[in-house]
């Protein structure tokens, strides 16, 4: 058998062996029994972070003058959303299309009426006590399409480590009852496995934004975000 044959079979022997090695369940040392735990928990935190969607939407005759339009009235909203102190880091592009617009007639091919053209962008909002006025901003400097908002938690990891505690503490007691029950006692944690996430807020509608002046800013409630963890545990129970 040639030596470059020879070493293929043995690299995939070796591969499968390991394959085999990994899907193999861990065996309890001795007389000991296994038990797997599955366990989840949360943890609520009020968001600080909001996402919107903003653009314009324009109509002409040609392509190039609704394009024109649009460019001419998305330059007062990028001002204002500049003026509304959100930096460019949390400024991003999302959409950009012109599509022409069609009159139907029955026995009669489409005809092109005009032509519409859309340019949106995506903000991070990251004082929502401001998210309000910011909603506000936009709509009186020529914004008419708006979307969000979408809440979520700037740095969540220390919430998710309080939930993972929280699940491991669960599965632990729950081990416990087990063994208890059982007249055995809990020897070790064999393995963890980890798996759960985010859960985003109830979304709210964004309200059709009138042009007519307000005293008061658009009201926003954030709510409560869920971050959730959920563990498989393997416990080894013994005398």
């Keep these: 058998m040639p ?6 079979l043995a690299a995939i022997l070796a591969l499968a062996t390991l394959d085999a090695r990994a899907q193999t369940p861990p065996a309890p040392s001795g007389d000991g029994t296994l038990l797997q735990v599955s366990a989840h928990a949360d943890v609520h935190r009020v968001p600080d972070v909001a996402t919107i969607s903003a653009g314009v939407v324009t109509q002409a005759v040609d392509a190039n003058a609704a394009m024109r339009a649009n460019a001419q009235q998305m330059d007062k909203v990028m001002a204002a959303v500049r003026a509304a102190g959100i930096a460019e880091r949390d400024i991003q592009t999302s959409g950009i299309g012109v599509n022409p617009q069609y009159r139907y007639a029955e026995n009669q091919p489409p005809a092109i009426t005009g032509y519409q053209a859309a340019n949106t962008v995506s903000l991070k909002v990251r004082d929502i006590g401001r998210l309000g006025k910011v909603l506000d901003a936009l709509v009186a400097s020529g914004a008419n399409q708006l979307n969000g908002p979408s809440f979520e938690i700037d740095q969540p990891d220390a919430a998710y480590d309080e939930a993972r505690r929280s699940a491991l503490d669960k599965a632990q007691a729950r081990a416990a009852m087990y063994a208890k029950a059982l007249g055995l006692r809990v020897r070790r944690i064999v393995s963890i ?13 964004m309200m059709a934004m009138a042009r007519a002046q307000k005293a008061a800013d658009t009201s926003v409630s954030p709510g409560e975000t869920t971050l959730g963890a959920d563990l498989d545990v393997v416990f080894e129970l013994g005398r």
């Design 3 to 8: 030596v470059l044959l020879r070493t293929a």
């Design 193 to 205: 496995g980890e798996g759960g996430g985010y859960r985003p807020p109830v979304p709210m509608p």
